[in-house]
Structures are given as structure tokens and as C-alpha cells.
């Protein structure tokens, strides 16, 4: 518990958000694997915030379809689509953090 707090505090919010992104993004297998490590994560005290972020780094952002985006709708949509998502991805993290906390 010690290392989570100590991590909470020494980087900045909005940069939590971010790796959490990053992580769920780069995270293998489906949705359910995710779901005890969470919890997990938040029994330690990881905002939710983060936890939002994860979540849907790990569901919007997902790179598996890429190439099959590409393949209907060329190289632009697939791009665009991972912008967006990962937009999206960060202002919910960062507004429910707000709101919950």
C-alpha cells in the first residue's frame, strides 16, 4: 500500500491517466482478465479514475483491429478512430475522477 501512495503522489494526475491508457492498450486477452487485477488495484487505492482509464484504453483502443479497419476502410479511418478513443479515454478518466472523488 505504501508503493501505490507514494506513486499517487510523486506523479501527477493527468500523467496517471495516461499511463493507464497506455497500459490497458497495450494489455493482452479480453475484458475479464482485466477484471480482477482492478480490483485488486483499487482495494490498494488507485483512483477510479485511473481504473475508467484502464477500462477503456483496454476496450476503445484496441489494436487487434487495426488491420481490419484498414483493410474496409483504408489507413485513415483506423488513425482517426484511435485519436478519438484516446481522447475520449482521458477525459473519462480524468472527469470521473472528479466526480467520484
Not at 484502464?54 to 476503445?60: E, K, P, T
Request: glycine fraction near 8%.
Amino acid at each position: 500500500m505504501d508503493i501505490v501512495s507514494s506513486l499517487q503522489n510523486s506523479i501527477y494526475l493527468p500523467l496517471q491517466i495516461f499511463y493507464a491508457e497506455v497500459a490497458g492498450f497495450l494489455s493482452p486477452g479480453p475484458r475479464y482478465i482485466l477484471y480482477p487485477i482492478l480490483a485488486t488495484l483499487k482495494e490498494l487505492g488507485v483512483s477510479t479514475g485511473v481504473i475508467i482509464a484502464l477500462i477503456s484504453g483496454h476496450v476503445l483502443i484496441e489494436p487487434s483491429t487495426f488491420f481490419v479497419e484498414s483493410g474496409f476502410f483504408g489507413f485513415r479511418f483506423p488513425l482517426k478512430r484511435f485519436i478519438v478513443a484516446f481522447v475520449i479515454t482521458f477525459l473519462a478518466g480524468y472527469v470521473t475522477t472528479f466526480i467520484i472523488n
